[in-house]
């Protein structure tokens, strides 16, 4: 088996064990040539070789073959492709998790091809990932690319010989000044040596292979072990490098004795002063928003973010907008300093003023007990310009004359019933007798709704 087919069904067969993986195959340039290409089962991974320079090394398959051991670098180039998306910043976030899984699984994965005698006769070192590369411009696929590097070894024919078995070399007679046996030398097969985990040189039998071992500043570093041929060392200053980690994840590495300035904002450009530093760990503030709440891109649509993440004016206790316990928040009625925000009751109550204020406080909705009669400053802004309150989640359909159809607002939240003096349209003079639509409200905590 070649080297290159030895390297792609391995990586086949690891990426078959990741979970959520639909398809496995060799890229073949498959979005370009869609109309010929088989369909695939997405998410799928496909795996592309660059070019290999091959070069000739000392390293023979085994004793008594006359070929030889090729090897050379070569770049792996794994596509996972995405398809169905909605827009890109609706998936990227799950997208690049989902590669994060692949290259967790392809990391430092190596093989060794062996022949009939469990002989290594090819393989690859440990894969090390290179470089990303985002699909910033696809149309309903995205071809994630991650590229990794390894060095793959390949054993020439060979030439139908059989491996011998190891020779010794016996010196026949006395040794000078001595009456000791014969000493017998072995030959033993040659011996790579290792960097990293990478094979960076042969000794051949016999041969002794000097390493000067020297930082960056060309200063001789002392190894602090060598334990069964593995030797271990630290730089000069005697430490390795430090991990800065932002929420558990690496982002930036540090050489020993270096100092990086890390400048920390928030999303609005503002600098981010750390409220602790203990140790290692650096605490930071969410500050409150500085923005107005009744800042609007439409009716409906907010200017802004609201706690819940979107920016809808409008949603149920749950940050969605199906209302299901029938529950509506306006957000622009969110009182930044206190931590509140009103809530609607989606059903107005018919009836007079005192019934009213005795149901509001008696009821319970989604959890949330103790509701009153609504005060003008919650109805104030409400009305559609268009449909006045005829518009979801309400659909209040108020009448324009005097009646049971008629909108009661309590302006002053204690009780008191007229409104006169800031009537309009579906608001009028108002006794505490008449029936009237009353709408009821409640004034809630964010740390109430979960927040």
Request: glycine residues 8%; negative net charge.
């Given at each position: 088996?070649?080297?290159?087919?030895?390297?792609?069904?391995?990586?086949?067969?690891?990426?078959?064990?990741?979970?959520?993986?639909?398809?496995?195959?060799?890229?073949?340039?498959?979005?370009?040539?869609?109309?010929?290409?088989?369909?695939?089962?997405?998410?799928?991974?496909?795996?592309?070789?660059?070019?290999?320079?091959?070069?000739?090394?000392?390293?023979?398959?085994?004793?008594?073959?006359?070929?030889?051991?090729?090897?050379?670098?070569?770049?792996?180039?794994?596509?996972?492709?995405?398809?169905?998306?909605?827009?890109?910043?609706?998936?990227?976030?799950?997208?690049?998790?989902?590669?994060?899984?692949?290259?967790?699984?392809?990391?430092?994965?190596?093989?060794?091809?062996?022949?009939?005698?469990?002989?290594?006769?090819?393989?690859?070192?440990?894969?090390?990932?290179?470089?990303?590369?985002?699909?910033s411009n696809h149309d309903t696929v995205r071809d994630w690319q991650t590229v990794y590097s390894s060095m793959i070894f390949e054993a020439a024919n060979s030439q139908s010989l059989v491996d011998a078995a190891p020779v010794s070399l016996t010196i026949i007679g006395q040794l000078p000044s001595q009456s000791t046996p014969p000493v017998v030398i072995p030959i033993c097969a040659d011996a790579d040596v290792y960097l990293n985990g990478s094979p960076q040189w042969t000794v051949a039998s016999g041969d002794v292979l000097e390493l000067s071992i020297v930082n960056q500043s060309d200063v001789e570093v002392t190894p602090i072990s060598v334990v069964d041929g593995v030797i271990k060392i630290n730089d000069s200053v005697g430490v390795l490098d430090a991990t800065v980690t932002l929420d558990g994840d690496a982002f930036l590495t540090i050489a020993p004795g270096a100092n990086e300035d890390i400048n920390l904002l928030h999303d609005n450009g503002n600098q981010a002063i750390p409220t602790s530093v203990v140790g290692s760990v650096i605490t930071l503030p969410n500050p409150a928003p500085n923005y107005d709440p009744r800042d609007l891109v439409n009716h409906t649509t907010l200017n802004w973010i609201n706690p819940f993440g979107n920016n809808n004016r409008f949603t149920d206790e749950l940050?969605?907008?199906?209302?299901?316990?029938?529950?509506?928040?306006?957000?622009?009625?969110?009182?930044?300093?206190?931590?509140?925000?009103?809530?609607?009751?989606?059903?107005?109550?018919?009836?007079?003023?005192?019934?009213?204020?005795?149901?509001?406080?008696?009821?319970?909705?989604?959890?949330?007990?103790?509701?009153?009669?609504?005060?003008?400053?919650?109805?104030?802004?409400?009305?559609?310009?268009?449909?006045?309150?005829?518009?979801?989640?309400?659909?209040?359909?108020?009448?324009?004359?005097?009646?049971?159809?008629?909108?009661?607002?309590?302006?002053?939240?204690?009780?008191?019933?007229?409104?006169?003096?800031?009537?309009?349209?579906?608001?009028g003079a108002e006794t505490n007798t008449n029936t009237r639509l009353n709408p009821i409200t409640r004034v809630t905590t964010l740390s109430e709704l979960g927040l």
């Open positions: 088996m070649s080297a290159i087919s030895y390297i792609y069904s391995q990586i086949k067969t690891q990426l078959e064990t990741v979970v959520g993986i639909g398809y496995v195959g060799k890229w073949n340039n498959q979005l370009e040539n869609d109309s010929r290409e088989r369909q695939f089962t997405y998410p799928c991974v496909l795996i592309e070789f660059g070019s290999v320079e091959w070069l000739n090394t000392d390293q023979k398959p085994s004793l008594g073959n006359t070929g030889y051991q090729q090897k050379g670098n070569v770049e792996v180039t794994i596509h996972t492709l995405f398809k169905s998306l909605d827009n890109s910043t609706d998936t990227f976030s799950d997208h690049v998790d989902f590669c994060k899984l692949i290259w967790d699984s392809l990391t430092n994965f190596k093989a060794t091809l062996v022949n009939v005698n469990s002989e290594p006769i090819g393989g690859f070192t440990p894969l090390q990932r290179v470089r990303d590369i985002d699909d940050g969605g907008q199906t209302y299901t316990n029938g529950i509506a928040i306006d957000w622009t009625l969110y009182n930044i300093p206190a931590a509140t925000v009103v809530c609607f009751n989606l059903t107005l109550y018919s009836g007079n003023f005192v019934n009213a204020g005795t149901y509001a406080s008696t009821l319970t909705l989604g959890g949330l007990s103790v509701w009153k009669i609504g005060i003008w400053e919650e109805l104030a802004l409400l009305p559609d310009e268009v449909n006045w309150y005829d518009f979801a989640p309400f659909n209040w359909v108020i009448g324009a004359g005097l009646g049971n159809s008629r909108l009661r607002i309590n302006s002053f939240n204690n009780g008191t019933s007229t409104i006169s003096a800031r009537a309009f349209r579906d608001f």
